[in-house]
């Protein structure tokens, strides 16, 4: 019978490290799937494939179609100008920042960082909590 070679302890504090630094990028964005989050904004589907739905319908089908895959916005749909979804438009420069709940809200209840009515041309997306959530967590990575 052949034996295997044994890993070695080096090989063991690695993998430990790895799945330590793994834990440690989820929990802080929330425990949120950033792959997820950037699958939904750019295809508009979740995990299981199925299209995300808006209401009233959505004009696009996709963050991405009026945000840019980027998330820089700036395109002129339906009157409206799309937002610029970066870290720097959505954080640095809002006050009081956006937050992932306050993310939700805006893409779920079409309400802004201060409770503001969003643009009427803005859907009001279907989503999960955690869909919600990772899209949220994705939209606060853009730089």
């Known amino acids: ?7 070695s302890v080096a ?4 993998s430990v490290a790895v799945l330590a630094l793994a834990s440690a990028v989820s929990a802080a964005n929330g ?3 950033l792959t997820n989050g ?6 508009g589907r979740d995990l299981s ?4 739905t ?14 840019r895959a980027d998330g820089s916005g700036g395109l002129h749909i339906a009157g409206a100008v799309s937002a610029d979804l970066r870290h720097k438009a959505m954080v640095t420069d809002q006050k009081p920042p956006y937050t992932i709940p306050l993310v939700v809200r805006a893409i779920t209840k079409g309400l802004d960082n201060q409770g503001h009515a969003l643009s009427p041309v803005m859907p ?3 989503l999960s ?10 939209v606060l990575s853009l730089k």
């Not at 019978?1 to 890993?7: A, E």
């Not at 090989?11 to 690695?14: D, G, L, P, R, V």
């Open 1 to 7: 019978m052949r034996t295997l070679p044994r890993p």
């Open 11 to 14: 090989f063991f504090a690695a």
């Open 31 to 33: 425990g949120a799937n």
């Open 38 to 43: 950037r699958d939904i904004f750019l295809t």
């Open 49 to 52: 494939g199925k299209r995300i």
């Open 54 to 67: 808006a209401s009233p319908p959505a004009l696009r089908p996709t963050c991405a179609a009026c945000h």
């Open 124 to 126: 009001r997306w279907r």
């Open 129 to 138: 909590a955690r869909d919600a959530s990772d899209v949220a967590a994705y």
